[in-house]
């Protein structure tokens, strides 16, 4: 099989996988109890409950037990329900673009692309600025540690990357809020502690925005870098180290290249496979933000976003950042396979 064939054929796999994610998770949020319809009408038990105190003491007549059976049959109606399962998910797969031009359940003036559009800017900040820091460093440390195997080097760096690795991402953005945030009388008031701009951000010239928006972008990055850091730094090494004590590095040495030669001509290279698994993850870097640091450091981002939707049971907010996550992440895989051969031009995909 060539290349051109293989990666044609994961294109077209993109398209049953897509239908098969969106269509049992569409499945699943139209069977989940505490729906819209179940909320609408706790809501108006709420508002009836105390205009007729009396009639709820004596218990619900079955004048009234009709009248909720035909309030959830007109609610029903109103969001859809009572049509069959295919027929709704056509409508959101090709009437509303694959949900993106479905209404908010919960804000029904808004589509869900209009309310992910908005979050889209700040989770793209934030995912781009870790990806990149989390290569840029892991990377190199991962030679450098490879090239200094059982130096006090390695055995201090895998102490101290070991150690930020093992401390919970929660626990350490407490930890940085609360030494570099001024949250707690005695540390320093170096870093903003919530939010991804201030108020007043929007009146300040472009170089002092930029400013604003870096001081606080730097302890969030920190935590989102923490969590794949110690992978990504030890399977760097690993590899490079596995190159070195390969037959063909000891061929270059016999043929009498240098050792710069047999590691940065030959050896990083071939290392680099592996790491490069990950590369495809750029495409869904807007959606890397932790729903745990956005929390902890009050980011309007994706992660807030999915956690409000699956809590007020948004359904349509939710499946629009589903659909979106699945496509990246699938072309995400094809793009990982990519930088496969790009790294090395001798893989086949047969």
């Known amino acids: 099989m060539s290349r051109l064939d293989y990666f044609l054929r994961r294109l077209l796999l993109v398209i049953p996988t897509f239908l098969g994610i969106t269509l049992l998770c569409f499945s699943i949020t139209q069977f989940l109890p505490g729906g819209p319809v179940d909320q609408m009408m706790l809501r108006m038990k709420g508002m009836g409950a105390g205009g007729e105190a009396a009639q709820a003491a004596q218990g619900e007549t079955a004048a009234s037990q009709e009248a909720l059976a035909r309030e959830r049959e007109n609610f029903r109606q109103i969001y859809g329900f009572d049509k069959p399962l295919w027929q709704r998910y056509w409508k959101w797969l090709w009437k509303e673009r694959c949900g993106m031009l479905s209404r908010s359940y919960k804000f029904s003036n808004k589509t869900a692309w ?18 990149l820091l989390t290569y840029l460093v892991c990377i190199p440390l991962g ?16 102490v101290a990357i070991f150690i930020g690795y093992a401390i919970p991402v929660f626990a350490l953005g407490m930890l940085l809020k609360m030494l570099l945030c001024g949250t707690t009388e005695g540390f320093w008031d170096l870093f903003p502690a919530s939010g991804f701009q201030s108020p007043d951000a929007e009146a300040l010239p472009l170089p002092q925005r930029l400013w604003d928006m870096l001081r606080h972008m730097v302890l969030p990055i920190l935590c989102y870098v923490a969590g794949s850091f110690a992978m990504l730094t030890l399977l760097m090494k690993n590899s490079l180290l596995e ?31 592996p790491v490069a698994t990950g590369f495809g993850s750029v495409l869904t870097v807007m959606f890397a933000g932790s729903v745990i640091i956005e929390r902890v450091f009050e980011i309007p981002g994706m992660g807030n976003l999915s956690m409000e939707a699956i809590v007020g049971r948004d359904y349509p907010v939710f499946m629009g950042i589903l659909a979106l996550t699945s496509v990246l992440a699938l072309l995400g895989d094809i793009l990982s396979d990519f930088c496969y051969v790009l790294i090395d031009p001798r893989i086949h995909f047969n």
């Open 114 to 131: 209009e309310m992910i559009s908005q979050r889209f800017p700040v989770s793209l900040a934030f995912g781009l600025s870790s990806f």
């Open 143 to 158: 030679v450098a540690k490879a090239v200094r195997h059982g130096t006090p080097f390695d055995m201090l760096s895998s």
């Open 243 to 273: 190159q070195i004590n390969s037959d063909y590095i000891r061929t270059v040495y016999a043929k009498g290249g240098s050792p710069q030669r047999a590691l940065w001509g030959h050896a990083l290279r071939n290392a680099l496979i």
